[in-house]
């Protein structure tokens, strides 16, 4: 089944770039000699480790608990021996735990049961267990949002895919389609829900075409336009429902998966496996061999940067999409379950203008999907005026979807502000 996605204003075009890779099949990156994997990689509290130095571990081995409601479990991506338990600053500055355990090459797994009785509560239950958090970057855990204090009527799933260059989640819905569509049933039957929609851009219109013929599947085509594929817009596009400010997608009664999630979802429960790999997309101009390759949990950058042969004309490397990804400082840092892509870029791919006064153009409000005024938010913050960057500027609403920076003639580091303000914020007010 089809229908018309609900138009929506704002955003702004973007070339998708994903030519370079889109036609090639995911390939599986042979696993480095030592993988860090950190504890802190999913929203919510650091999962806290049970294992110690020394050990011996499996693929797929529980190495580090959940501690509290919001936290995911952790399991290690190869197997071999745990040889340190330390802190370390990951690509964003931020300090946490990670556990480095020394690759023995024996690919020894220690998977779960696969689920024999597939209830609302085993799958769940399972999705808990496995380590499950939103692979479309949020990394909120899955259980949790799974498990909404709200009734919801509607799973709708996020093929959208619309940071340029990534092709990751394409490529699964090229290779992996029946697999997923029990991943999605899976996750419609742990929510008891009948009502299932797809939102997939209409740059991929062979995928949209495969889910139109699902009898209990609605495809929605989704318009190129940036950022169509967030929680908010991609909600309004397939319901007409509007998520109220501050509030969640379960308010609208929906709840929102990525299609990689749902891929997980059916590993863990068909196949007893754990999340401890996800297929992310190298690109950019800088590397001489583009892929989507499986990568382990906790790889290095540059290792994987290595494999695709990135070269010396390489001018920025970016974690994620070029829009909402950061700026990699150290290619040591590694890979998490969130990490979507590794982009090297060219000087020619990158803006390297400094920001200049801001020149009161109103063309960031004008892009901003969120309808917020993003020439506030970065006024008051370059001030040091948090709460006037919230009541002014709206910056809690923001989703930091990069389109204001994007379309700024001045340069403005617009995303910048925003996210000092909310960390600012949180300080002021504690939450
Ligand atoms: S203010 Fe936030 S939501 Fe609006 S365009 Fe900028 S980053 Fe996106
Ligand atoms: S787009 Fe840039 S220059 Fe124009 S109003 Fe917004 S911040 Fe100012």
Redesign the pocket.
Known sequence: MQIKANPLRHGVPLADKKAETKDLPIEILPAPDAVAICMSQHIGKPAQPVVQVGDAVLKGQLIARADGPVSANIFSSVSGTVKAVETRRDDRGAAAQYIVVENDKENRTAFLPPLAEKTKESILERIREAGIVGLGGAAFPTYVKMTPRTPVDALIINGAECEPYLTCDYRLMCEKYDELLRGIRYLAAALGVEKIYIGIETNKPDCIERFSAEEDIVAVPLHERYPMGSEKHLIYSCTKRKVPCGKLPADAGCVVQNVATAYAVYEAVELGKPLFERVLTVSGGAVKEPRNLLVPNGTPFSYILDYCRMDETCAMVVDGGPMMGVAVADLGAVTKKATSGLLALTKTEIDGRMPTPCISCGR?AQ????H?M?MD?DFYTQNEDYEGARDWGGVLN????????YVCPAKRP??QS?RLAKARLRELTGK
Do not use: F, K, T, W
């Open positions: 960031c892009a901003c999907p969120m917020l993003p938010i923001c989703i930091e979807c990069g389109s204001c920076a617009i995303v925003v």
